[in-house]
């Protein structure tokens, strides 16, 4: 089970950090990550994590600006979020997968597990 938090209402400019928690399965190994869904459209990828820390992926959109971490001994992903834009604001949800392969990275399908989500909005 995932549960995110952290998310907010922030000036353009600011930053926020997201956390995920997670229960009931071995936190280290899943590969993890953030999705995204702004009103009206659809879920977009954000960035992942594998198991070991390597190999963080980001979208485009976000590359530069946010960075996603995790914490095995805490079963906590992160993802700090800076110079944040209206065109941020979004739902943002938290994910994993064991098995996910990396061609598969930005399709919501493939993740086997989702988080509530968290409310980030960003004013301008």
């Known amino acids: 089970q995932l549960q995110a938090s952290g998310g907010g209402l922030v000036q353009a400019g600011g930053s926020l950090r997201l956390s995920c928690t997670a229960s009931?399965?071995?936190?280290?190994?899943?590969?993890l990550g953030w999705f995204r869904q702004a009103t009206g459209k659809e879920r977009e990828f954000v960035a992942s994590?594998?198991?070991?820390?390597?190999?963080?992926f980001y979208a485009g959109s976000v590359k530069g600006r946010f960075t996603i971490s995790r914490d095995n001994a805490k079963s906590t992903l992160y993802l700090q979020m800076n110079s944040l834009q209206p065109e941020d604001t979004a739902v943002y949800f938290c994910?994993?997968?064991?098995?996910?392969?990396?061609?598969?990275?930005?399709?919501?399908?493939?993740?086997?597990?989702w988080g509530q989500g968290t409310l980030v909005t960003v004013s301008s």
């Open positions: 009931g399965g071995t936190f280290s190994g899943y590969t």
């Open positions: 994590i594998r198991r070991t820390s390597s190999n963080p």
């Open positions: 994910v994993a997968s064991r098995s996910i392969i990396l061609s598969n990275l930005d399709v919501p399908s493939s993740w086997d597990h």
